[in-house]
């Protein structure tokens, strides 16, 4: 828990940090304090003060692009439609490394994420499965048919892997808890979450317009209060909450 400011007794009131003025549509926030402002086919990066550190920008990889910037040194770009996973060095340099997923021999991908050791997970929709690429894009493992295991229609909107846990989030049925090697563990009955914000030991999400903490641990939930009404898109790291109002990213740190 070194460094964690996420405590129970923080997770109350909220001040505003810093405000960056950018146009973007989404956010991400690594553990480095480096903040993402996301725009179509663009991905500008900022450091803790709010200062331009780089951009990147490449229209073939298409407009509808998922980042996971779990890692700082390797972020994954992913676009389910052009179906190529491209990843970025700190700079946003791309690195020699990248998938086309139809050339691995899928029909489908509609998710990616980082995992440990520089690996990946994919989801196949078709077949219902994760599937773990190690570092050499080398498939270790891939899980059984979740729609069989779960027994429902299963439509999930993001991924991500956490403390050797991996999350699939399903509006319509909550999130639903993997071990790191895609075995199924349990569902989170809160439902409506399309994106997850994972860290540490809390996982954050909307309900009726106010934003909620839930302590992975023991289930509890807790209101993290603003200084400003709650919007989304936002991010979360260990110590700060990005809120993402179109025109400016709202940098947001717990009160002393």
């Known amino acids: 828990m070194g460094g964690l400011v996420l405590q129970a007794q923080k997770l109350g009131e909220w001040k505003q940090k810093r405000i960056i003025d950018v146009e973007s549509i989404d956010v991400r926030i690594d553990q480095l304090n480096n903040v993402y402002a996301l725009e179509r086919a663009q991905i500008e990066k900022f450091d803790s003060d709010g200062k331009l550190l780089t951009r990147y920008s490449n229209k073939l990889i298409g407009e509808d692009i998922q980042v996971d910037v779990s890692n700082p040194m390797k972020v994954l770009v992913f676009s389910p439609n052009q179906m190529r996973l491209v990843f970025l ?48 894009f080398k498939k270790e493992r891939e899980s059984m048919n979740l729609a069989q295991i779960l027994r429902l229609e299963f439509y999930p909107t993001d991924l991500k892997e956490l ?94």
């Open 89 to 136: 060095d700190s700079r946003l340099g791309e690195l020699r490394d990248e998938a086309n997923l139809f050339r691995l021999g899928f029909q489908q991908i509609s998710l990616a994420a980082t995992s440990h050791s520089n690996g990946f997970w994919l989801y196949d929709p078709i077949n219902f499965k994760l599937i773990r690429f190690d570092q050499h």
């Open 163 to 256: 403390d050797n846990r991996v999350y699939l989030t399903d509006p319509s049925h909550g999130v639903f808890v993997f071990d790191i090697y895609g075995n199924y563990l349990k569902r989170i009955p809160i439902k409506g979450i399309v994106q997850l914000k994972l860290t540490n030991d809390y996982m954050f999400f909307q309900k009726a317009s106010v934003l909620f903490a839930l302590n992975l641990r023991d289930q509890s939930e807790n209101r993290v209060q603003l200084t400003a009404d709650f919007a989304q898109p936002f991010d979360v790291n260990r110590s700060l909450i990005a809120l993402n109002m179109g025109k400016e990213i709202i940098i947001y740190a717990p009160k002393p």
